[in-house]
């Protein structure tokens, strides 16, 4: 059965640093496309960044050069490592998994909730 | 940046009711590469549709999809009480890779 678990929202301050965990069960986090998608309180679905199976990465205007996104095979985890942190980064964050030539995510998460505030 | 317009932003209907959501691309999409999204109070997401018309597993045939271009539609034929919810449709293509659409919103009227 697929499963996706994550873990490591926090209230933090602007500024800081904070990483999110997504643990997959029933397939392996490197042999497919996964992503992280966020929503904020009351709005709608934004989409965050993208590893693909060969490692390249993607990522939404927004967060680019703030965000990371990376994956360790042996714990079969995705994580977002997010750096300078703002209050529009306040979201609930969801990791999802791709589904190949489609381009849509099969898999989500239940999400975790990160607060920037001060 | 392939925007995502869906129609309409609320839509109000009864059990029984046919729906029928609208979601429209500034460029052309694969057919590939759209998906329809259903999503309920305090929960995550969840695939309806991929492919502009695909079922995913699991979903009853009362939903569906259609479309090409830039307009694609979602119909669920008779609405059951647990199809109320918000709908959000998705595409990928060139950057930013992935787009949502705002969301509709279906409620019981």
């Known amino acids: 059965e697929v499963q996706l678990v994550e873990s490591g929202g926090d209230l933090i301050q602007p500024g800081r640093s904070l990483r999110l965990s997504c643990v997959a069960s029933?397939?392996?986090?490197?042999?497919?496309?996964m992503g992280w998608v966020r929503q904020a309180p009351g709005k709608g679905l934004e989409w965050v960044s993208v590893?693909?199976?060969?490692?390249?990465?993607e990522y939404a205007d927004s967060v680019k050069g703030r965000f990371t996104i990376s994956r360790d095979s042996s714990k079969n985890t995705l994580y977002l490592q997010m750096n300078g942190l703002r209050a529009e980064d306040t979201a609930v964050y969801y990791c999802a998994r791709g589904r190949p030539n489609y381009g849509d995510y099969d898999f989500w998460g239940q999400g975790t909730l990160v607060t920037v505030s001060s | 940046e392939n925007v995502l317009t869906q129609s309409p932003g609320t839509l109000s209907l009864s059990p029984g009711e046919r729906a029928t959501l609208s979601c429209r691309a500034s460029q052309s999409i694969s057919n590939n590469y759209l998906a329809w999204y259903q999503q309920k109070p305090g929960q995550a997401p969840r695939v309806l549709i991929y492919?502009?018309?695909n079922r995913a597993t699991g979903i009853p045939d009362r939903f569906s999809g259609s479309g090409s271009g830039t307009d694609f539609t979602l119909t669920i034929s008779r609405l059951e009480p647990e199809d109320f919810a918000v709908y959000y449709c998705?595409?990928?293509?060139?950057?930013?890779?992935?787009?949502f659409g705002q969301g509709t919103k279906l409620e019981i009227k």
């Open positions: 492919g502009t018309s």
């Open positions: 029933g397939f392996t986090v490197s042999s497919i496309y």
């Open positions: 590893i693909y199976t060969g490692g390249s990465t």
């Open positions: 998705q595409q990928y293509g060139s950057s930013p890779r992935y787009t």
